[in-house]
C-alpha cells in the first residue's frame, strides 16, 4: 500500500476525463452545459463535467440500438465476448491505483477501502460475469412427447443503468458485467456526485475490444439525462440503484412510456439483532461498528438499527464504542484513515439533521454527535451512537445515509424479531446467536429481509460476486462460529 504522500502525489498528475461517452468517444453535452465535480476532502474543483439531458440521451439511444441491430456484439460469439470481457477486466486492474484514486477523490471514499474492496469486488464482478458466458446454458422444457419447448437466453436490448454515488464502480460494475456479458447495449448514467470513474472505465472497454456504441456513459442530473433514459420508447430496461423516492418515479416513467422492465434497489434500514447466548461480543461489535460506519454509512444495507438483548447491552455498548473510537474523519487519501468526509454539504447536513432529531425526539448521545462545519476543510461527520431508541423515532425509521447508529434493547426472541420487523424497509439483517435453531428459523420465516446473515454482515459485499437483474440476491446464515450457508446467483 502507497503512504499517503504517494497517494497525494499520484493525485496531482491524474487526468479526469469529463465529457459524455457516445458512440466510442467524448463529446461535449449538446447544450454546453457542465456540473463541478467537487472534492469532499478540501471542497476544491476537480473538474467540469459535461451535464447531460434529452438530446445527449437521443444520441446514446440511437448508438446503442444502432450497434445491438448491427450484431457486433449481440451476436458475437460467446468465446469472443468472454475474452473481451477478460481482457478488461485485466486492464481494470492494471490501472487500479487510478481506479481507486478518482472514487476517493471524486466521493471521499476511504483510499484504504478503494484498494482492499470496491476495486477488487469491480474486477471480480467483471471476471465472473465474463466467466458465466459460457457456462449458463438454456434449457428444454417439460413437454409432452409431441412438443419441444427451449427455453434460450438472449441479449434484451438497450439497457439504461443508472447508479449511486456511494460506491461508484462497484456499483456501475454489478450492472454493466451481467448486461455486457449477455450481449446487450448499455447506456450508464452515474450520479452526477461521482461520474468520474465511469468515463475513464470507458476508455478501457474501447481499449479492450468492445465494439463503439456498445457502451455509452452519460453523466448528468436525475431530473434530465436520468429521466429522459426512464421515458425514452427506444430503452428496454433500467436498471436502478438509489433512493426509494426515485425508484417509485422510474416505476411511473415505465408505465408512461414503453412499460420497459425496471429492476430497483432502493434504500435499506437495516437491523443487527445481538443475543445474550453470542459467545463473541467482542467480534459482534466490531461487524456492528464496521457495518454502519464503513463508507461513511453511505451504505444502503448499513446495519443503522442495533437490538442488544437487555441482559448484556451495557457491557457490549462499551465494547462497540471502543471500536467506534477507530473510526475518526480523517484526510481519505491516508491508508491510516477509516472515515473520509460525505459526499456534500447536503449530506453533511442530512446527517446532522437526523442526530439532531434523535435528540429531539428523547435519545442520547451515547458517542460522537453533531459535526462542526468549517467552510473550505471538507464535509466531516461524527461516528455516532444514540442510545434510548424507539422505532417510532425519525432516526429509527427513516434512511439516514450516514454514520448513525440508533440503539435500543429488548427481552425476548419474539420482541427482538418484532423490533426487526417494523420497517417500511426490507434490504438486509444480522443476527447474533450461536443457537443454530434461532438462527434459522427467523431468517426462514419470521424476518422478512431480502438477504440476511446470522453472524456478519461483511458477508454482504462478499457473498456475490456481483448482482444483476436476472440474479437473485444471496441469502447467508451462520452462527458466531465458522459456519455458513450461501445461496449465490445463478
Not at 450520479?191 to 472497454?205: P, Q, Y
Not at 427506444?234 to 426509494?244: E, H, I, K, Q, Y
Not at 435528540?359 to 434510548?388: C, K, M, S, V
Not at 423515532?393 to 427482538?416: H, K, N, Q, W, Y
Request: proline share 6%.
Amino acid at each position: 500500500m502507497r503512504t499517503a504522500a504517494q497517494w497525494q502525489a499520484l493525485s496531482e498528475e491524474i487526468r479526469f476525463r469529463s465529457e459524455a461517452w457516445i458512440d466510442g468517444a467524448f463529446h461535449p453535452a449538446v447544450s454546453g452545459e457542465t456540473f463541478p465535480a467537487i472534492n469532499p476532502a478540501t471542497e476544491q474543483e476537480l473538474a467540469q463535467v459535461a451535464s447531460c439531458d434529452s438530446a445527449d440521451v437521443d444520441l446514446a439511444v440511437h448508438a446503442a440500438r444502432k450497434v445491438f441491430k448491427a450484431g457486433s456484439w449481440s451476436n458475437a460469439s460467446p468465446a469472443k465476448r468472454k475474452r473481451t470481457l477478460l481482457r478488461l477486466a485485466d486492464l481494470l486492474e492494471l490501472h487500479s491505483d487510478e481506479f481507486a484514486l478518482l472514487d476517493s477523490l471524486d466521493m471521499g471514499k476511504t483510499i484504504g477501502e478503494m484498494v482492499n474492496i470496491d476495486v477488487p469486488e469491480a474486477v471480480d464482478c467483471l471476471r465472473w460475469s465474463a466467466e458465466s458466458i459460457d457456462k449458463v446454458y438454456g434449457e428444454i422444457a417439460p413437454t409432452g412427447a409431441k412438443t419441444l419447448g427451449l427455453i434460450t437466453r438472449n441479449p434484451i436490448g438497450v439497457v439504461a443503468a443508472i447508479t449511486p454515488w456511494n460506491y461508484p464502480l462497484m456499483m456501475a460494475m454489478w450492472k454493466l458485467a451481467p448486461a455486457l456479458a449477455a450481449g446487450n447495449s448499455v447506456i450508464l448514467k452515474p450520479s452526477e456526485k461521482a461520474s468520474l470513474s465511469a468515463l475513464r472505465f470507458a476508455e478501457l472497454a474501447q481499449q479492450a475490444g468492445l465494439p463503439d456504441g456498445v457502451l455509452n456513459v452519460l453523466p448528468g442530473f436525475g431530473h434530465t439525462a436520468g429521466k429522459a433514459l426512464a421515458l425514452h420508447m427506444d430503452v428496454d430496461v433500467l436498471a436502478f440503484t438509489g433512493s426509494t423516492r426515485v425508484a417509485g418515479m422510474l416505476l411511473e416513467y415505465s408505465g408512461q412510456s414503453n412499460l420497459k422492465r425496471v429492476w430497483i434497489e432502493a434504500g435499506g434500514k437495516s437491523p443487527v439483532l445481538v443475543f445474550d447466548d453470542c459467545a463473541d461480543l467482542d467480534k459482534a461489535a466490531l461487524i456492528a461498528a464496521r457495518a454502519i460506519f464503513t463508507n461513511q454509512g453511505e451504505v444502503c444495507i448499513a446495519g443503522s438499527r442495533l437490538y442488544v438483548q437487555n441482559s448484556i447491552r451495557e457491557p457490549f455498548l462499551q465494547a462497540l464504542m471502543k471500536v467506534a473510537a477507530e473510526y475518526q474523519p480523517g484526510n481519505p487519501l491516508d491508508p491510516n484513515v477509516m472515515m473520509g468526509p460525505m459526499v456534500d454539504k447536503a449530506q453533511l447536513d442530512t446527517v446532522n439533521r437526523y442526530i439532531q432529531s434523535g435528540i429531539d425526539e428523547g435519545g442520547e448521545i451515547a458517542f460522537g454527535g453533531l459535526a462542526e462545519y468549517t467552510a473550505g476543510q471538507g464535509y466531516y461527520p461524527r461516528p455516532t451512537i444514540i442510545t434510548g431508541t424507539r422505532n417510532d423515532m425519525t432516526c429509527v425509521r427513516e434512511e439516514i445515509f450516514g454514520p448513525v447508529l440508533s440503539v435500543a434493547g429488548f427481552d425476548t426472541e419474539e420482541e427482538a424479531i418484532a423490533l426487526a420487523n417494523d420497517s417500511r424497509y426490507g434490504l438486509g439483517a444480522s443476527l447474533w446467536t450461536d443457537n443454530l435453531s434461532r438462527c434459522l428459523a427467523p431468517t426462514a420465516s419470521a424476518a422478512h429481509w431480502r438477504a440476511a446473515w446470522c453472524g456478519s454482515m461483511a458477508g454482504a459485499m462478499a457473498t456475490p460476486p456481483c448482482r444483476s437483474a436476472a440474479s437473485k440476491p444471496p441469502v447467508t446464515v451462520a452462527t458466531s462460529r465458522p459456519m455458513r450457508w450461501r445461496n449465490t446467483p445463478s
